[in-house]
Nanobody, 115 residues
């Protein structure tokens, strides 16, 4: 079975930084792309960005310049580096992998930005 497990969430002050990890149970080369999404309380889930199998990246305007997605192929892990965090970044962050048109999701990790 294919599993994705996020980690690294927690409480951080505004302006702070945090790094999230998404560990896959298979080689991440298998996925055409790995995505990060987030869902804030009372809001719909939204795309944060993604990284392709050739390490191309895309970011939504709301996080561009503050968030960075990277991958460690040897560890089958994708990272989401977040800096200059704002209270509005508070959300459950989830990763998704797409394999042969099938979507695989992790359960998410909570990030709370508050003083």
């Amino acid at each position: 079975q294919i599993h994705l497990v996020e980690s690294g969430g927690g409480l951080v002050q505004p302006g702070g930084s945090l790094r999230l990890s998404c560990a896959a149970s298979i080689s991440i080369f298998s996925f055409s792309a790995m995505y990060w999404y987030r869902q804030a309380p009372g809001k719909e889930r939204e795309l944060v960005g993604f990284i392709t199998s050739t390490s191309g990246t895309y970011y939504e305007d709301s996080v561009k310049g503050r968030f960075t997605i990277s991958r460690d192929n040897a560890k089958n892990t994708v990272f989401l580096e977040m800096s200059s965090l704002k209270p509005e970044d508070t959300a459950v962050y989830s990763c998704k992998g797409v394999l042969y048109g099938m979507e695989y999701w992790g359960k998410g990790t909570l990030v709370t930005v508050s003083s």
